[in-house]
């Protein structure tokens, strides 16, 4: 099948299609044309945000793509990350599954990318596109074993943000936790920076700022 089969790299033409398969393999995280284009194609100040090593697997239409990247301008803390690569999604339609077609994706990708490093997503939210991070256990358990065959490791477990706050709170300390929605302004960049360097901390700060999100804060003693 793989021989039969063009590999060829993401242009803005397949993300109509692209979105399509999207949501019929990543169900659990929907998609649309104009978040994909904000996410993947936006420019930063007349510069790509990414530089792409992404690719899609078609014969008359699209059945499988793979996102990977690394960054083309410096964030905050991080700077350019050159050894870093980043891989936020893989799928293949169910139909064409089990026939290598997400093998030789993967593998084109990481050709591409030729870093020290790829993270699936990111380790602190610093990817500079992330959907998700990393494996999602909860709707995608079966792309775990995907990945470890392939050669990844398994760096740390990334809970569901979609989990009740106490679920996730450590019965010992949940005396001393408070949930504050009279927020210090100083104190909350200072705990966004240190906590999530990057792109993840720009975002919340900006929207802080402009009062265009609701906020609330865990603190534990007092401390973000």
Not at 3 to 29: F, G, K, M, R
Not at 133 to 160: C, H, K, M, R
Request: aromatic content about 10%; proline content about 4%; overall charge negative.
């Amino acid at each position: 099948m793989t021989d039969q089969v063009e590999i060829s790299q993401l242009s803005s033409t397949d993300v109509s299609e692209l979105v399509t398969l999207w949501n019929e393999c990543l169900t659990a995280h929907p998609m649309t044309i104009e978040r994909f284009n904000s996410l993947f194609f936006s420019d930063v100040n007349g510069v790509a945000k990414l530089n792409h090593a992404s690719f899609v697997a078609k014969t008359d239409r699209i059945f499988g793509f793979v996102i990977a990247y690394q960054r083309n301008t410096p964030a905050p803390g991080l700077g350019l990350e050159p050894d870093l690569g980043y891989l936020t999604e893989i799928a293949v339609k169910p139909d064409f599954q089990q026939q290598g077609i997400g093998n030789v994706l993967l593998s084109r990708a990481i050709s591409a990318l030729d870093t020290s490093e790829i993270l699936l997503s990111g380790r602190t939210g610093s990817a500079p596109a992330a959907t998700f991070p990393g494996v999602d256990l909860d709707n995608y358990q079966e792309s775990l074993n995907f990945f470890l065959t392939n050669g990844f490791e398994p760096l740390a477990i990334a809970n569901s943000m979609s989990r009740e706050i106490t679920a996730a709170i450590a019965v010992e300390l949940a005396s001393d936790v408070a949930i504050e929605t009279e927020i210090d302004s100083a104190r909350l960049e200072e705990f966004v920076s240190k906590a999530f360097p990057g792109d993840w901390a720009d975002v919340a700060v900006a929207k802080w700022r402009s009062n265009s999100a609701e906020f609330a804060v865990i603190s534990v003693n007092g401390d973000y």
